[in-house]
Structures are given as C-alpha cells and as structure tokens.
C-alpha cells in the first residue's frame, strides 16, 4: 500500500522491524497521539496555555519519530505561535492539526489491516 502522510516503510527499513512489531510500535502511536489530540482540544477550550503548549510539543516529538511529516509541521507551526502568544486564528492552526492527525491515523489503521 502507497503511504500519502506517514513514511512506515522508510521506518521499517531503517530500524529493520518485523511485520508485528511494526504494526505494534504503530498502534501504540496511533493511540498515543489521538489521546495528545483530545489534550490539546481540552487545553485549548479551558485556555491552558502552558498544557497545550506541552501537548503539542509530545506531538511534535512523536511525529516526527513515526515519521509523520505532515504533523509534524502543523504542531511545529501551532507551536511557533504558541510561543509568540500569537493567539489570533489559533484555531484554524489546532484544526490543521487535528486534520492531520486524523488523516495519519486512518492511513496507519488501513495499511496495518
């Protein structure tokens, strides 16, 4: 299967996994990251600045482990306005995020089933 958003074939040759454990490393991913979604959309509704901060910055980390460019660079870009406390259209910048992460997760779900 062709990958669009997350690079699982470049992962796995550069760390010379078996199938299983592949498919395990990315379910513990796809899980992780989904429940660093719903942290930031919390922080973000209760105005927890610094705790949305954190959360993108976990998200920031395991993309760019799991090879998942593109959200890589929205939490980068969320990020970046976060620590400019530029808050203006904000949301738009969480959207594209979870946009993102929604997108890798269904391709990680579909390649591994």
């Excluded at 078996?18 to 513990?28: A, N, P, Q, R, V």
């Excluded at 954190?54 to 395991?62: D, E, F, P, S, Y």
């Excluded at 460019?69 to 530029?86: G, I, M, P, T, Y």
């Amino acid at each position: 299967m062709r990958q669009r958003i997350v690079d699982i074939a470049g992962f796995k040759e550069d760390l010379g996994l078996d199938f299983e454990t592949l498919k395990e490393l990315y379910m513990i991913f796809a899980d992780e990251i989904k429940k660093e979604k719903e942290a930031v959309n919390k922080h973000l509704r209760d105005e927890e600045v610094g705790e949305l901060r954190k959360a993108v910055h976990n998200i920031k980390g395991i993309a760019s482990s799991y090879r998942t460019l593109n959200v890589f660079e929205s939490a980068r870009n969320l990020d970046v306005k976060l620590k400019h406390q530029d808050f203006e259209n904000i949301n738009i910048y969480v959207s594209e995020l979870n946009e993102g992460i929604d997108e890798a997760v269904r391709e990680i779900v579909s390649y591994f089933k």
